[in-house]
């Protein structure tokens, strides 16, 4: 694990995203009735929550950090459920990682949530959209 004990307490934030590409059966229940195992965006949204709080024991050398905050925000496309996380804190190290857990897990519960509907869903395009504080400054994706 790399000793970041040297590098001073700064506020710092990470944006990720991802997307679950769905079938057009799933958009429709998740727009209308909903999924048969209940609120695939209500589990998602706390699944990623609680992810990106336990980012340490799932991820090895990950710092433990004092998290501030995470929102995950889910919204329902013609075809694929996207996801955004944001985390923030005032800490010596940055929290790209745990907004890229918080995406990651959200889109393994909408999965979960809606196998039974449609095995053939995706996961795709996990990613660091921004990242704010610390040394390195601040950094947007260009895309």
């Known amino acids: 694990m790399v000793d970041v004990s040297a590098k001073p307490v700064t506020g710092r934030e990470a944006r990720a995203s991802a997307r679950v590409l769905l079938s057009e059966q799933v958009i429709g229940a998740l727009r209308g009735h909903g999924v048969p195992k209940g609120d695939a965006l209500a589990v998602a949204r706390i699944a990623g929550i609680m992810a990106a709080k336990r980012t340490p024991d799932l ?9 501030s905050g995470v929102t995950v925000d889910l919204e ?5 459920v996207m996801i955004w996380a944001s985390v923030r804190t005032s ?3 940055g929290v790209e990682m745990e907004a890229l857990t918080a995406v990651s897990v959200a889109a ?4 979960d949530m809606v196998k039974a509907m449609d095995r053939a869903a995706v996961i795709t ?5 921004s990242k ?11 895309d």
């Open 59 to 67: 991820v090895p050398l990950c710092h433990p950090l004092s998290i």
């Open 76 to 80: 329902v496309a013609d075809d694929a």
């Open 91 to 93: 800490d010596r190290t």
């Open 108 to 111: 393994l519960a909408i999965y």
């Open 125 to 129: 395009d996990v990613r660091v959209d």
């Open 132 to 142: 704010s504080g610390g040394d390195s400054g601040d950094w947007s994706r260009a």
